[in-house]
């Protein structure tokens, strides 16, 4: 279940949501609200991920979400425990499935994803990361994929891994559990930007708020396009790109920005 709240902090409640939602100036952000596990991805808040990241597609005031977790850690990966109560292949089959399918809806959302790390970000945390279309991290932030660590190579997690950094990289996080800062997180590729613990929240807020600024029509286009792109040949990609493009030729939005720098004023957009 979701909830919505005025800001990020965790509530001390046994019966508090494992998701919290607050809506402000078209920045939507959902925090991870199982502190005491480290934001572990337990069945429900994969669950509640999955709910308010389709809530959300629907909802045309939301320019932009960000992903933040409550207390010391971004995401601690899934919820061992609560996986070891049920040793039955049929469950970790669907539960994997369940978890890709949320990863999934982050990828086909129509608005961006920006990920808020800080502390520990691992196993299926680390993938959040990954699949988030953007991500910010303060000093504080560390990453890896650590399920080799007690047996159980990080196999979903590699699929959005390998697919932000370089394969050897992506190879020897996954091998190895490795745990690396945020400074090789970035210099890898995994993140955007690294910035002081208590600078995070602005630079999270001026990147959101870049985005906030532009058409929503062209944005959720864009991104459609862009991951689409991404797993085709070149030839293919450049015929799929040059198609959609001259459909966004099209938007009113396009129209109006292109008078609008002709004109050397702001545009006015109307989002189609």
């Known amino acids: 279940m979701t909830t919505t709240a005025t800001n990020a902090e965790p509530s001390p409640r046994a019966d508090a949501p494992v998701l919290l939602r607050a809506d402000a100036d078209g920045v939507c ?8 596990q480290y934001n572990a991805l337990s069945e429900a808040l994969i669950g509640a991920l999955h709910d308010a990241l389709g809530e959300i597609a629907e909802d045309p005031s939301v320019r932009v979400v960000v992903l933040a977790g409550a207390g010391k850690a971004f995401c601690a990966g899934h919820d061992l425990k609560e996986m070891r109560a049920t040793p039955e292949r049929a469950y970790y089959e669907d539960l994997f499935a369940r978890c890709s399918r949320m990863m999934l809806r982050i990828l086909r959302l129509p608005q ?3 990920a808020r790390v800080h502390g520990i970000a691992t196993a299926a945390g680390c993938q959040l990361v990954a699949t988030c279309d953007l991500a910010v991290a303060s000093t504080t932030a560390r990453f890896g994929t650590s399920g080799i660590n007690v047996g159980l190579f990080c196999m979903t997690p ?17 091998f190895t559990g490795k745990i690396i800062d945020a400074e090789t997180a970035a210099r890898f590729g995994l993140i955007n930007r690294v910035v002081a613990p208590e600078a995070l929240d602005d630079a999270v807020a001026e ?8 058409s929503r029509a062209a944005i959720a286009a864009g991104k459609r396009v862009l ?4 797993e085709m040949g070149v030839e293919e990609a450049y015929a799929y790109s040059a198609s959609e ?14 008078d609008a720098f002709i004109a050397k004023r702001k545009p006015k957009w109307r989002d189609e």
């Open 29 to 36: 952000t959902l925090t991870l609200n199982r502190p005491a």
């Open 112 to 114: 961006p994803v920006i």
């Open 158 to 174: 590699g699929v959005a891994l390998a697919r932000n950094i370089a394969r050897k990289h992506a190879a020897e996080m996954l």
């Open 207 to 214: 990147l959101a708020g870049s985005i906030t600024a532009m």
């Open 227 to 230: 991951y689409r792109q991404i």
């Open 245 to 258: 493009m001259a459909c966004n030729m099209m938007f009113h939005d396009a129209g109006e920005g292109i």
